[in-house]
Nanobody, 124 residues
Framework: QVQLVESGGGLVQAGGSLRLSCAAS????????IGWFRQAPGKEREFVGA????????YYADSVKGRSTISRDNAKNTVYLQMNSLKPEDTAVYYC?????????????????WGQGTQVTVSS
């Protein structure tokens, strides 16, 4: 069993920054890819970015590429999503997810474990 807990969400003005955290507890995979997704009201959950177990590879959706960075702290078993230049359209509940893999995965159905999400609201 793997449990994921997101934190760091909140209210921020357009152009500001936030760093979201995804802390893992319980059993961990030998090789796990960690993904970030977001879901706004009335919209489907969409891929934001992902990082491999080793942290050597990251991949981002076009909507956040260039202004977001995913990293991991191995000592804390935590993955971070740094978001800069935030826009109102970034407003959503952000989720982290995990799956045993050694490659980047971008589809919701490909992930096995999910956190409960953290709300990000960007005001105009």
């Amino acid at each position: 069993q793997v449990q994921l807990v997101e934190s760091g969400g909140g209210l921020v003005q357009a152009g500001g920054s936030l760093r979201l955290s995804c802390a893992a507890s319980g059993r961990t995979f030998s090789s796990a890819t960690i993904g970030w997704f977001r879901q706004a009201p009335g919209k489907e959950r969409e891929f934001v970015g992902a990082i491999t177990r080793s942290g050597s590879t990251t991949y981002y959706a076009d909507s956040v590429k260039g202004r977001s960075t995913i990293s991991r702290d191995n000592a804390k078993n935590t993955v971070y999503l740094q978001m800069n230049s935030l826009k109102p359209e970034d407003t959503a509940v952000y989720y982290c997810a995990a799956v045993q893999s050694i490659v980047i995965l971008t589809r919701e159905r490909e992930y096995e474990y999910w956190g409960q999400g953290t709300q990000v609201t960007v005001s105009s």
